[in-house]
């Protein structure tokens, strides 16, 4: 996901602390984790919850694997499978560093670093202080929160063990080259509810791999990827391309399904991993990166990749007063909100529309049903480029089969309420992010 873009617009927002970690624990309880994705993509999460993501929550809670029987204990505690893999191949290097703060130690035991992917396990013991329902929870930061890397502050949870806790980092390595012999800047920022500062220069050695450099393209229109090199880990596989984008797409994003030669997918770890962006005439170069969690050498014989790319849709906006039909069309792509009627009677706006001119795209129903309730919504002129919680309204389908909906805005609660002062706005980002433009499948063969 581009998160420097989202980055950029909820910095601004103040959100209080303990709500986002509530509905992050939420959010992880209605999770199924076995049920099967039914596409390769990111969802896009609504307006309300996306302003709460402050913290990426990308590795807070790590996929559990079943653990091999002769696995050193070490592998126990990485529980993805990269982790687990170099465990068992006793490829994980063991440390014994700390650092200690007003009373509680952060020890760093264990670290990998495979092809582009690192791993970091910590102990923590002393007078930690657990929320209400007994979990612990750290802050930290790698690389000094340097905003041009993703993922630069995190949250991670942890386990009790032991007389203390115990908890795993897992984190793709954010630039382009891959040295041998590195160390990771590491600080933990808080601990529990405990600020302070836990920090560690981790050395990590990167294992023997080998990259197999590569040939392929795919295009459609002005969108162009073109991929550079597979990078062969002990336990991990990265995609590594360079995507050109019109002036427009700045924040375009790649998206990559990857299937093996007997037409399996196959489980990417990351995807759509920005490593660098620059600006060449009219198009913006980005070097991107994939990875896949697990090394594919003697699994297939080629890789067959269908990438696709989610389109930057900007805010558009109507007024109250503007004479309907009105059509609000993306210039990009098939995505579309017909307003069909508006309609503002004493303490109440109601606005008639229909989405993509009732044609689904093989979505379900219920996506559309979430876009007409966060993404179509009554806003104040002024600050209609800020996010701020959505005028109380109720949305009523009005045609299932045609995608047609009424949403009503009740004004009773707004003070002082002037038509001229409030736009719709209408987030066609929000669907094009689930609907990525699709491009020609490449065939990359694996020659080791």
């Not at 590491?186 to 836990?198: R, V």
């Not at 890789?303 to 009105?326: D, G, K, S, Y």
């Not at 045609?402 to 707004?414: A, C, H, V």
Request: with cysteine; net charge neutral; hydrophobic share 35%.
């Amino acid at each position: 996901m581009n998160k420097k873009f989202f980055q950029e617009e909820y910095e601004k927002i103040e959100v209080p602390k303990e709500a986002v970690l509530q509905a992050i624990k939420a959010g992880v309880g209605r999770a199924n984790p076995g049920e099967k994705p039914r596409k390769n993509k990111t969802i896009v999460l609504s307006a309300a919850a996306a302003a709460m993501i402050l913290i990426s929550t990308s590795f807070m809670v790590p996929s559990v694997s079943k653990v091999m029987a002769d696995m050193p204990l070490i592998g126990q505690l990485f529980k993805d499978k990269v982790g687990e893999n170099l465990a068992s191949q006793k490829l994980i290097t063991q440390l014994n560093e700390t650092a200690s703060h007003n009373g509680i130690d952060v020890s760093i035991t264990s670290a990998y670093y495979d092809g582009a992917v690192i791993g970091v396990t910590f102990d923590v013991s002393g007078k930690v202080k657990t929320d209400q329902e007994g979990n612990l929870r750290g802050i930290y930061e790698i690389f000094e929160g340097d905003k041009r890397i993703d993922d630069s502050k995190e949250l991670v949870y942890l386990e009790h063990s032991g007389n203390g806790y115990t908890g795993q980092i897992q984190l793709n390595y954010p630039k382009l080259e891959l040295p041998a012999d590195t160390t990771l800047p590491l600080e933990f920022k808080s601990i529990g509810d405990e600020e302070g500062s836990w920090r560690f220069n981790v050395p990590i050695k990167q294992l023997a791999y080998e990259t197999l450099m590569t040939n392929k393209e795919s295009e459609k229109g002005d969108i162009k990827v073109h991929f550079d090199s597979i990078i062969a880990g002990k336990a991990s596989t990265a995609i590594n391309y360079t995507a050109a984008f019109p002036s427009e797409g700045k924040h375009d994003q790649v998206r990559l399904a990857v299937f093996d030669d007997k037409g399996n997918p196959i489980h990417l770890l990351a995807d759509g991993i920005d490593l660098e962006t620059k600006k060449t005439g009219n198009q913006f170069i980005v070097k991107g990166r994939t990875i896949i969690p697990q090394c594919l050498k003697g699994k297939t014989g080629y890789l067959e990749i269908r990438p696709a790319v989610a389109l930057e849709e900007p805010n558009q906006f109507f007024t109250i007063n503007n004479h309907t039909p009105v059509q609000i069309k993306s210039n990009r792509q098939d995505l579309s909100v017909n307003v069909e009627k508006v309609s503002l009677k004493g303490k109440r706006f109601t606005i008639d529309f229909q989405i993509n001119n009732g044609e689904n795209k093989n979505e379900p129903f219920n996506f559309f049903q979430d876009f007409a309730k966060n993404d179509v919504t009554l806003v104040k002129e002024s600050r209609k480029n800020i996010y701020e919680e959505p005028i109380n309204h109720t949305v009523k389908t009005l045609d299932k089969n045609k995608l047609r909906f009424r949403s009503t805005f009740d004004l009773s609660e707004l003070n002082n309420f002037k038509p001229e002062n409030y736009v719709v706005r209408v987030r066609l980002g929000s669907m094009s992010a689930n609907m990525p433009l699709e491009l020609e499948p490449v065939k990359i063969e694996l020659q080791y």
